[in-house]
Nanobody, 114 residues
Framework: QVQFVESGGGLVQPGGSLRLSCAASGNIFSIYAMGWYRQAPGKQRDLVATITGSYARIYADSVKGRFTIDRDNARNTVYLQMDNLKAEDTAVYYC????????WGQGTLVTVSS
């Protein structure tokens, strides 16, 4: 079963930037769309960014213009560049496949606070 390992989270001030990475196992990574999700305390897990196998990108309104999703199929890795971070971006961030999802990884915590 495919597995995901997220990294790159941390504490950042409002207006700052972070780049998250997600390494996926498996040798058919390139054909699947990949997504970044986030779950804030006490809230459901939401999909915030998707990149398809053909590199089309879809963003939630809450992050549009601030976050950029990208992928490197040679490294089975998907990235999330987060700029102009806000306090409401504080959450645990996960990656997974929106269709045919695998097991959830442990996620990476992003805390935006002054």
């Amino acid at each position: 079963q495919v597995q995901f390992v997220e990294s790159g989270g941390g504490l950042v001030q409002p207006g700052g930037s972070l780049r998250l990475s997600c390494a996926a196992s498996g040798n058919i990574f390139s054909i699947y769309a990949m997504g970044w999700y986030r779950q804030a305390p006490g809230k459901q897990r939401d999909l915030v960014a998707t990149i398809t196998g053909s590199y089309a990108r879809i963003y939630a309104d809450s992050v549009k213009g601030r976050f950029t999703i990208d992928r490197d199929n040679a490294r089975n890795t998907v990235y999330l560049q987060m700029d102009n971070l806000k306090a409401e971006d504080t959450a645990v961030y996960y990656c997974n496949r929106p269709s045919n999802p695998g097991a959830w990884g442990q996620g990476t915590l992003v805390t935006v606070s002054s």
